[in-house]
């Protein structure tokens, strides 16, 4: 899906904790992922994505199973409606289903890269489901 890419350098662009991010389709089809030079290359597996994505089906359980991502095993602290966060040490993940993709940045840093980087994708979450996507 072209296009697609200015998303994700828009989201690395917007708080120097992102680090990697991708937007896959709420069937774990990749439409596009952090790669060299913008970025570090978001390296989850179809299977992975495919587990990750029907998560957000049972939202409920996830904070008991945590997520696994890119061969990395997140503890989620919480979940809230269309949304995970996933904690390792000093990095994590937040990941917002919209209508038809999954938005998923991973940030390194403390608290405020955190921050950020939950406010970067809920944005444009935000904007996704407002163009229709």
Not at 101 to 118: D, H, K, P, T
């Amino acid at each position: 899906m072209a296009g697609w890419s200015a998303y994700i350098q828009n989201l690395l662009a917007s708080s120097d904790g992102i680090k990697r991010a991708a937007i896959v389709g709420t069937d774990a089809s990749i439409w596009a992922r952090s790669e060299p030079p913008t970025g570090s290359e978001f390296t989850a597996s179809t299977e992975e994505l495919t587990k990750f994505v029907a998560q957000f089906d049972h939202l409920n359980d996830v904070p008991s199973q945590g997520c696994d991502l890119e061969g990395i095993h997140y503890i989620v602290p919480r979940t809230e409606e269309n949304l995970i966060f996933g904690k390792k040490d000093k990095t994590g993940i937040f990941a917002v289903k919209t209508n038809m993709a999954v938005l998923i940045a991973c940030y390194e840093g403390e608290n405020a890269a955190g921050s950020e980087c939950r406010t970067a994708v809920e944005k444009l979450a935000a904007y996704l489901r407002q163009s229709g996507y």
